[in-house]
């Protein structure tokens, strides 16, 4: 039995610069129950009332990091504006965990790696230095891309898969001040610190995240591959928005998740589809170019042809999202 101490915070100012936060708990309670995580003081900043809140600003729509996932996926705005990030967040967890979930605590959830949750298992990302169990070992949902020798897990989040997408920015406020970080600059690649899986320093509070105006609302797809059908991580999801222009290409997003220690993105994917069709050889060049460089494990080199594949599917998803299977999760 581990003790700690409970706080209950009601203003950012007051939490601030303190560890550990408490939101909506799905991650850190196990993780904490696991002996994975360990904290003295708990901070629950649930009654800070300043960040539930989903409201248009000047150049979009800001999501509090409160508001919970489920609040963000039905709100009427981000239905109508982004209903790829919708459709992402109702892929993931069940209906009971966006329940509770913040769009916070989503951007902070640790890895599924098995051997993490293993408190037995040598694990660079949990004890630094003490070797990577899942590089010799199953490695089946393990990374393809920017891995290391140190560590090859992936980040779980569908959430992130689409906000990578729509190019989002992260609002801070820590002991030094506020501050914003583009999406793409938040989660990091494991190289020789597994360990750090996003670059929130110690004592930060995450308090929002801007979604930029445009949102792809009419040519959309988010598309989830698992290895079950409901209650299961992403074996690979791909998010893409199109913007066309007399049937041609004029803007393409392509963001990837369970594939990397982050989301992926390629940018010369992107460029490469400007001007092209919106057809099957085009998703499948692009799709080489967000590839390059894959690499796969013992279990799970498949997973580069699945995700070939699956740019190539969504592509064409996204040109008729009308065709969509619901995106909404079977309760377990
Ligand atoms: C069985 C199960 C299945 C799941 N399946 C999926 C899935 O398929 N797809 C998916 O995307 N997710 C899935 N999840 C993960 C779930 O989405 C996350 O656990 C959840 O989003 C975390 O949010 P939370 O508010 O509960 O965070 P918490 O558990 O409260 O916190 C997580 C971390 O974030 C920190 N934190 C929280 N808020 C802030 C803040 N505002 N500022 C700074 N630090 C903060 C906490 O200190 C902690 O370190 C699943 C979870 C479970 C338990
Ligand atoms: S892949 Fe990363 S998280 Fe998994 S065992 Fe190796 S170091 Fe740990």
Sequence with gaps: MNNFSYQKGTTASEVIGKATFLAGGTNLIDLLKYNLASADTLIDINAIPDY?????????IRLGALATNADTAYHPIIEQRYP?????ILAGASAQIRNMATNGGNLLQRTRCYYFYDAHAPCNKRVPGSGCSAIPGYNRNMAILGTSDQC????????????AALDAVINISGPAGERKVAFADFHRLPGDTP????????????TGIDL???????????LKLRDRSSYAFAMISVATGLEL??????EARIALGGVAHKPWRMKEAEDYLHGKEPNKENFAAAADIILEGAVGYTH???KIELAKRAIIRNGMMAMDPSSHLTGAQPSA
């Design 152 to 163: 090859i897990a992936v980040f779980p989040s569908d959430m992130c898969v689409a906000l």
């Design 300 to 302: 799970n080199a498949f």
């Design 212 to 222: 930029p105006l445009k949102g792809f609302e009419k040519n959309y797809s988010y």
């Design 52 to 60: 539930h809140q989903i409201e248009e600003i000047e150049d979009g």
């Design 84 to 88: 790829l990030l919708s459709k992402a």
């Design 195 to 206: 360990e750090l899986d996003n670059n929130l320093q110690l004592g930060e509070l995450i």
């Design 245 to 250: 222009e007399a049937g041609l290409i004029k």
